[in-house]
């Protein structure tokens, strides 16, 4: 599976901070916002990704992220001249995603949970059709709405519904087939002129194959893009990272884990970054014995239910 984040956008709700820099670059804590989404893919599996941005600011990604070599992946980057939709990221990632299934996420979303890392992977290995996640909102007139069966399947989605038929939000990040590019150039814009997601979700789901993973408690969801919501985000992080000693969407943590990287990579970056606690984070973890770590961690020691 390839995966596709689509960083793109003019962020008018950040306005006037994202009048000079893109939303995507904008810190959540202590690193930039499109660490998270990345992070989201690396944790799925996921190698080779391609970033779609704005021709002012895809150039800054490109910068930030390199090809990706440092984190073991390939990293591609594609122009959006203007934004049309999410589902125009198909279209423009056709080449890119070739014969295989696609993930998408949205430059500004971040998930957190304990065992958030299986629940992605599991998604990550889909056969056919497509995946979804629906995670419990106390308003859910804001977001875009799933209804699901006791199987998990979708019954129904909405768009900013007055009324709507359930409190499970659809954060932005989707798993498709490869059927995704010829139903993203099916559908037909909506009348704000955009190529819908949730058009693109409502194919998938009217032909019975769009199933829907429910983040319950444990989970933590954040759209950054408002003041209030980045800021929320940002105070997630610190205190996660402060009161554990650890680091969310650490991206090369995460790459030696997957064991894209080898301890000695690892060890070039932490000297980078020797001089920050970042740098001390990523020795930290070097110095560890990785096996018992993973034994214990991913093991089901703490996986009872």
């Known amino acids: 599976m390839k995966g596709i984040i689509l960083a793109g956008g003019s962020a008018t709700r950040l306005y006037p901070v994202t009048l000079a820099v893109s939303k995507q670059m904008l810190p959540v804590y202590d690193k930039p916002m499109i660490y998270y989404p990345l992070s989201t893919l690396m944790m799925s599996g996921i190698r080779e990704v391609l970033i779609i941005s704005t021709p002012v600011h895809l150039p800054a990604f490109k910068n930030?992220?390199?090809?990706?070599?440092?984190?073991?992946?390939?990293?591609?980057?594609?122009?959006?001249?203007?934004?049309?939709?999410?589902?125009?990221?198909?279209?423009?990632?056709?080449d890119f995603i070739g014969n295989d299934n696609v993930a998408l996420i949205l430059g500004d979303?971040?998930?957190?949970?304990?065992?958030?890392?299986?629940?992605?992977?599991?998604?990550?290995?889909?056969?056919?059709g497509g995946i979804i996640f629906g995670y419990q909102v106390a308003d859910p007139t804001s977001y875009g709405v799933v209804e699901i069966d006791k199987t998990g399947k979708a019954l129904s989605i909405e768009e900013k519904p007055e009324n709507p038929?359930?409190?499970?939000?659809?954060?932005?990040?989707?798993?498709?087939?490869?059927?995704?590019?010829?139903?993203?150039?099916?559908i037909e814009p909506s009348e704000r002129g955009e190529l819908e997601i949730t058009d693109v979700n409502k194919v998938y789901m009217?032909?019975?194959?769009?199933?829907?993973?429910?983040?319950?408690?444990?989970?933590?969801?954040?759209?950054?893009?408002?003041?209030?919501?980045?800021?929320?985000?940002?105070?997630?992080?610190?205190a996660i990272e402060l009161r554990q000693g650890t680091q969310i969407a650490c991206l090369e943590e995460i790459a030696y884990r997957n064991e894209w990287i080898s301890k000695e990579a690892l060890m070039v970056e932490?000297?980078?970054?020797?001089?920050?606690?970042?740098?001390k984070y990523l020795k930290r973890i070097a110095e560890q014995d990785y096996k018992q770590y993973k034994e214990i961690f991913e093991g089901d020691l703490f996986n009872a239910n």
């Open 64 to 94: 930030l992220l390199g090809d990706g070599s440092r984190f073991g992946m390939k990293l591609e980057y594609k122009v959006q001249e203007k934004p049309v939709g999410l589902a125009d990221a198909f279209i423009l990632g056709e």
């Open 109 to 128: 979303n971040m998930i957190y949970g304990s065992r958030v890392e299986r629940v992605l992977k599991a998604a990550s290995n889909l056969k056919e």
């Open 165 to 186: 038929k359930s409190h499970f939000a659809v954060p932005g990040i989707y798993f498709y087939d490869n059927e995704v590019v010829k139903i993203a150039k099916s």
């Open 206 to 238: 009217e032909k019975g194959k769009l199933q829907v993973i429910p983040l319950g408690n444990g989970y933590a969801w954040f759209d950054t893009g408002s003041a209030d919501r980045l800021s929320d985000a940002s105070d997630y992080v610190k």
């Open 270 to 279: 932490a000297e980078k970054y020797k001089k920050t606690e970042y740098g």
